[in-house]
């Protein structure tokens, strides 16, 4: 055989094998061109403005500030004075040499962070000297500003998402805030706005190189919205992150007898002029409730509002009870009037928290009981809103909306304007299962619990103001001092419910409070500076010393 | 005919179109890879295209040179040439410098040269000048085979302790020559199956690769059973085949070093590792098989510019080739380099003298080994073994080095009717 040809044929056989190759490589198999654009292309997230949140009135609560994190790139830094950059950034030594050794653990060519949320003023001297250490660099965030202490629960806080939480939710990553509680989280969605995107071109040290495809493909972030509140900034006083107005249940007291009044009415066993003789109280087979209205007289309904009878709803409750042929009959009707003030149930509302309350029903005391071990005498505390009902303050201040509005209400609710829309999920108006006549009598009776009743001390001269105090029996130490109040009477704006724990009764303190809020509300002012002052620098000690030793109870 | 009359006229036309074809389209692709946007300037003396052109300047230079001279001078200093080689190889053991882990180079200033580069060529030369003295045109006698073996083997072992694997494999390139000198197929194939049965032996559970050498060798016998002594040879390959499988075992895990061995396995398949020893080789066929049919383009091979490939304007410059020139100009180079290897060994065959013939033969033998290792190692069908793409690599010794051995051999060509 000629040896150049066998020559020949080595070289041509590589060369088709070669070809081969090429052919396979570079036409068949289309797994390259994405592994090299996974190589190259970086997608970078341009954070989303978080939205801001105002009040009811338009002030802003809180908004974003700018934070600056010191970020490194350890491969990229030359020998440097760590002392002198600790200085700058205020940290120790030691602490600034530790952050540095993690972050070359971590990656030399990427960036992390080394010192975060440098203040403004530190940041300020740092830029200057900045260009001294190479390889570090500043990268600007944005921080949650609070302009006010009040209101802290409602509006709720911010944090890193944690791993689980991105594992679930797969438009998050490490590092994102979201909102943790209060507003912040029930309106995450419309606040976190929606993360833009900058496709950039990488080299082999992921150092930026340039725009992939001139920025075809970026997407621009889009801010959150912002939302308004329906809170009253100037009528937020309190700070603790408990939010007491959902999460706290109370025995409503004496307030929960104008529902029962109303049950009454609409239950046709009393008329607003029926009345009942109090004899210090109700009395029926060995059960005495004890009564402090002082009057001898009958009692008819407005009377037994402004002046708290207990004996007048004890008759009520047991009537309305007895009108059914049996207790359970009975008080299942009576718990399905009193649910459909938004009571005993979730309200469904926007805040991320709350509590049910409890409004017991026929099944509650069968089980309890048994079937035959209870009646209209065995549960007669629920005619005065005592024994196993409880509510939370803002189920009670949902029921003072809706006496005011003579037999509905809207779901609370915390925002009102997100962006320029109004909240749609609250539009729908709840009616409760009590005719609209039936209200003008209670409110005329809640009035004159104003006028002549347990409120006259708070009575304003010139609002038309509508209340009920209470008392709530607390078995840990005094007892709690409760009002609920709406205002003006015929065209009523605000509805609010105060509970001032271990206050005792209800005029001491929570109705004071009541009014000078309702004052402020709809004057702007408080003009009775006396009685402001007497509340604000009132001091509740002597009231926890008077219930001293029960106090120790958990 | 008097030497140097006409010479312009007399010189290979295709091989010299091919070879300035080839060193034009390998600065362009350097320039490509070594790309920096910062760098405004088309032309830069800083940059790696900007010194290969100094480095093609310079060869062009030293070919005017080559072929001015007179041609039977390379036959009377073939030996020499050879000896001085040597001795600079050992030279660089102790006074050269060490780049990239092997002391390969003497650096004067800031200009290194790697004598191995030159080996090549004086062997090549050697090797001619050997079988010229043979008293016939074709076959060799049994004391030139010896010979022959050992000058091979010596710049092989000087290179070895380098150490530069891949420069000691080119010298392999030889056993071509000797092929067409006089040796039989087996000098050939020899090799090729020992090393397809190393790696088969790495792949394959032994019993198999015994079986298969059985049967080989009993197909093998059957065939020749009419020759004298037609046993000789199958049981021969039994006895080989066997050693080589028992002692691969053995040579896998104690002679080769780690790095070798980890290429082996990724070649194989045995073991991935894309981000460590594997991303040399994985990079590589991500830029080269993302260049789909025509490529992305001149200066728009993001792999390559973004620095993704390793030595990408030296060892890995086919990257950029089939990244920014796709399908059609990785094989237009392919077919370019296999032209000018055809080319050779036509001019070789051609040749009146033993000398000239055996010169071209090496000449083109170390081209194909240094093309077909190169090519190979970037497309993923060899190991990562770090030798030059002939005209295409970034380097001045490797240029300059092709330079002589090919215009050594056209000037020979050019003449070829002289010596007889």
């Given amino acids: 055989m000629n040896k150049a040809l066998i020559v020949f044929l080595f070289f041509g056989l590589t060369c088709a094998l070669f070809i081969g190759r090429l052919f396979d490589l570079q036409i068949l198999d289309d797994r390259y061109a994405l592994y090299a654009n996974e190589n190259v292309i970086r997608k970078e997230r341009m954070y989303a403005p978080r939205g801001h949140i105002y009040d009811r009135n338009g002030k802003l609560l809180v908004s974003n500030v700018p934070a600056y994190d010191l970020m490194v790139v350890p491969s990229q830094t030359t020998a440097f004075d760590s002392l002198d950059l600790a200085r700058l950034v205020s940290v120790a030594p030691t602490d600034l040499r530790s952050k540095l050794k993690k972050a070359r653990r971590y990656s030399s060519y990427r960036s992390s962070a080394v010192i975060r949320q440098i203040s403004a003023r530190s940041f300020g001297a740092l830029q200057e000297h900045l260009h001294r250490f190479p390889g570090f660099y500043v990268q600007q965030r944005a921080q949650r500003s609070y302009a006010h202490v009040g209101a802290a629960h409602a509006l709720g806080y911010i944090g890193e998402v944690t791993e689980g939480f991105v594992r679930k939710n797969a438009r998050y990553r490490m590092g994102d805030l979201h909102g943790v509680s209060g507003i912040e989280k029930a309106y995450e969605e419309e606040l976190r706005g929606r993360s833009g995107a900058r496709y950039i071109m990488v080299d082999v040290h992921n150092r930026e190189q340039s725009a992939f495809a001139d920025g075809a493909y970026d997407t621009l972030a889009v801010p959150g919205w912002d939302i308004h509140s329906t809170l009253d900034i100037d009528l937020q006083l309190n700070k603790p992150l408990f939010d007491r107005a959902v999460l706290a249940e109370y025995p409503p007291g004496s307030p929960f007898k104008l529902i029962n009044a109303l049950i009454g009415l609409q239950e046709q066993v009393i008329r607003p002029s029926s009345s009942f003789s109090c004899r210090n109280g109700f009395h029926a087979k060995g059960l005495h409730v004890a009564c402090h209205c002082g009057t001898d007289r009958p009692v008819a309904l407005r009377l037994s509002i402004s002046k708290s009878c207990n004996n007048y709803y004890c008759q009520v409750f047991k009537k309305v009870i007895e009108k059914y042929p049996t207790a359970q009959e009975g008080l299942d009707m009576w718990s399905t009037h009193v649910r459909s003030f938004g009571l005993g149930n979730f309200l469904n509302n926007d805040l991320p928290t709350g509590r049910r309350g409890f409004v017991p029903n026929a099944d509650y005391y069968d089980r309890a009981l048994g079937y035959t071990g209870w009646g209209a005498t065995t549960m007669i505390s629920l005619g005065i809103g005592q024994g196993e009902l409880v509510l939370t303050p803002i189920q009670m201040a949902n029921m003072s909306a809706a006496i005011a509005n003579r037999g509905h209400y809207f779901t609370p609710h915390i925002v009102r304007l997100i962006g320029d829309r109004k909240n749609k999920a609250f539009l729908d108006k709840k009616h409760t299962s009590i005719d609209p006549g039936h209200f003008d009598e209670v409110i005329e009776g809640m009035h004159e619990v104003f006028e002549k009743g347990t409120a006259l001390a708070s009575r304003h001269d010139s609002i038309a103001m509508c209340g009920k105090t209470g008392t709530a029996q607390n078995p840990h130490g005094q007892d709690h001092s409760i009002f609920i109040a709406f205002a003006p009477k015929d065209d009523p704006r605000i509805a609010l419910s105060i509970i001032v724990e271990n206050g005792y009764w209800g005029s001491r303190w929570a109705a004071p409070i009541a009014s000078l809020m309702m004052e402020h509300y709809l004057t702007g002012k408080v003009a009775r500076t006396g009685l402001k002052q007497r509340m604000v620098e009132g001091d509740l000690r002597a009231e926890y010393a008077l219930a001293g030793p029960k106090q120790k109870q958990p | ?420």
């Fill in chain 2, 1 to 420: 005919m008097r030497e140097g009359q006409g010479l312009f006229w007399k010189l290979d036309g295709i091989s010299i179109g091919l070879y300035m074809l080839l060193v034009l389209l390998g600065w362009m692709n350097i320039h490509s890879a070594a790309y920096q946007p910062e760098h405004e300037h088309f032309w830069s003396m800083d940059t790696e295209y900007g010194k290969q052109m100094l480095w093609i300047g310079s060869s062009m230079l030293i070919l005017l040179f080559l072929l001015f001279l007179d041609g039977r001078l390379y036959e009377r200093i073939a030996y020499p040439a050879y000896v001085l080689s040597l001795l600079a190889l050992a030279g660089v053991l102790i006074f050269g410098s060490t780049i990239s882990g092997a002391r390969s180079w003497y650096t004067f200033g800031g200009f290194s040269l790697q004598p191995s580069e030159f080996v090549k060529c004086t062997t090549a030369l050697a090797l001619a000048k050997l079988f010229s003295k043979e008293s016939s045109r074709e076959g060799m006698s049994a004391r030139s085979r010896w010979i022959a073996f050992a000058l091979i083997a010596l710049p092989i072992l000087l290179i070895l302790p380098q150490p530069d694997l891949g420069s000691a494999l080119v010298f392999s390139a030889f056993l071509f020559v000797l092929y067409r000198e006089g040796m039989s197929l087996t000098v050939l194939l020899g090799p090729i199956g020992i090393g397809v049965l190393f790696l088969l032996t790495l792949l394959l559970d032994k019993v198999w690769v015994f079986s298969g050498i059985l049967l080989l060798s009993l197909a093998v016998a059957y065939f020749s059973r009419r020759r004298p002594g037609f046993w000789r040879g199958p049981l021969l390959m039994v006895a080989l085949g066997i050693g080589v499988v028992l002692s691969v075992d053995h040579a896998f895990h104690q002679v080769l070093e780690d790095r070798h061995r980890n290429r082996i396995d990724i070649l194989l398949g045995k073991a991935e590792d894309p981000k460590g020893i594997g991303y040399n080789t994985q990079q590589s066929l991500i830029a080269i098989g993302s260049g789909g049919l025509s490529g992305k383009g001149f200066l728009q091979g993001t792999q390559t510019r973004y620095d993704f490939v390793p030595a990408q304007t030296t060892d890995f410059i086919f990257c950029t080739v089939g990244e920014e020139w796709g399908f059609l100009g990785s094989s237009l180079v392919v077919l370019l380099f296999t032209a000018l290897l055809f080319r050779l060994i036509f001019l070789a065959e051609r040749q009146k003298s033993r000398f000239s013939r055996a010169y071209g033969y090496g000449v083109a033998a170390i081209l194909f080994l240094h093309f077909a290792v190169n090519i190979a190692m970037t497309v993923g069908l060899a190991p990562v073994i770090g030798i030059p793409l002939p005209f295409f690599s970034y380097g001045g010794s490797s240029l300059w080095g092709f330079t002589l051995l090919l215009f050594i051999f056209l000037r020979l060509d050019a003449y070829r009717m002289l010596i007889l």
